[in-house]
């Protein structure tokens, strides 16, 4: 069953998607490559409990590495990509080539690039942390401006996209 709640967040409002209690997306307001609002199942505002706690110590500066079950639906190369993701250390960045290079597959940053773009659990699976060759802030499904405040947030999570205090996701 898909089931789906909408909360903001200081990025925006945030769409959480689950399957059979799973997190199988988290979609910003505009972003590119949202799928149709019919996708996304019945609304259940009171669920997603273990995301938006763990969403809310990430923003309050407290999480670095997300701990929930994830099913991600893409290729298998798009799925590798989603993993490889995951091992970018919280505060640091890595360009689509090296991930291409990491990944075995030197000549692939552009379906590196592709495979990121479609990743349906952003933030979660950091594809915030990936960069042009030359350090350039290029393509974010959620908007240049949202992964330029990621990126500064984690390098310096003193200063905590939530104010003190604030830490409930609603």
């Given at each position: 069953?898909?089931?789906?709640?909408?909360?903001?967040?200081?990025?925006?409002?945030?769409?959480?998607?689950?399957?059979?209690?799973?997190?199988?997306?988290l979609y910003?307001?505009?972003?590119?490559?949202?799928?149709?609002?019919?996708?996304?199942?019945?609304?259940?505002?009171?669920?997603?409990?273990?995301?938006?706690?763990?969403?809310?110590?990430?923003?309050?500066?407290e999480?670095?590495?997300?701990?929930?079950?994830?099913?991600?639906?893409?290729?298998p190369f798009?799925?590798?990509?989603?993993?490889?993701?995951?091992?970018?250390p919280?505060?640091?960045?890595?360009s689509?080539?090296?991930?291409?290079?990491?990944l075995?597959?030197?000549?692939?940053?552009?379906?590196?690039?592709?495979?990121?773009?479609k990743?349906?659990?952003?933030?979660?699976?950091?594809?915030?942390?990936?960069?042009?060759?030359?350090?350039?802030?290029?393509?974010?499904?959620?908007g240049?401006?949202?992964?330029?405040?990621?990126?500064?947030?984690?390098?310096?999570?003193?200063?905590?996209?939530?104010?003190?205090g604030?830490?409930a996701?609603?």
């Amino acid at each position: 069953m898909v089931k789906y709640t909408v909360v903001d967040s200081p990025v925006g409002p945030l769409t959480l998607v689950g399957e059979d209690g799973m997190l199988s997306g988290l979609y910003m307001h505009e972003q590119r490559h949202r799928p149709p609002q019919e996708r996304f199942g019945e609304e259940d505002p009171a669920g997603f409990g273990a995301v938006k706690e763990q969403l809310a110590e990430y923003f309050a500066g407290e999480r670095t590495v997300f701990d929930l079950p994830l099913r991600l639906h893409g290729t298998p190369f798009q799925r590798t990509v989603w993993e490889a993701l995951c091992e970018i250390p919280y505060g640091e960045t890595t360009s689509y080539g090296e991930l291409a290079e990491r990944l075995g597959r030197p000549g692939a940053a552009r379906a590196v690039g592709l495979a990121n773009g479609k990743n349906p659990v952003g933030i979660i699976v950091p594809c915030h942390r990936v960069v042009g060759s030359t350090g350039a802030l290029t393509g974010y499904g959620g908007g240049i401006d949202v992964k330029r405040r990621l990126l500064d947030f984690e390098r310096a999570p003193e200063l905590a996209l939530f104010p003190p205090g604030e830490r409930a996701l609603t």
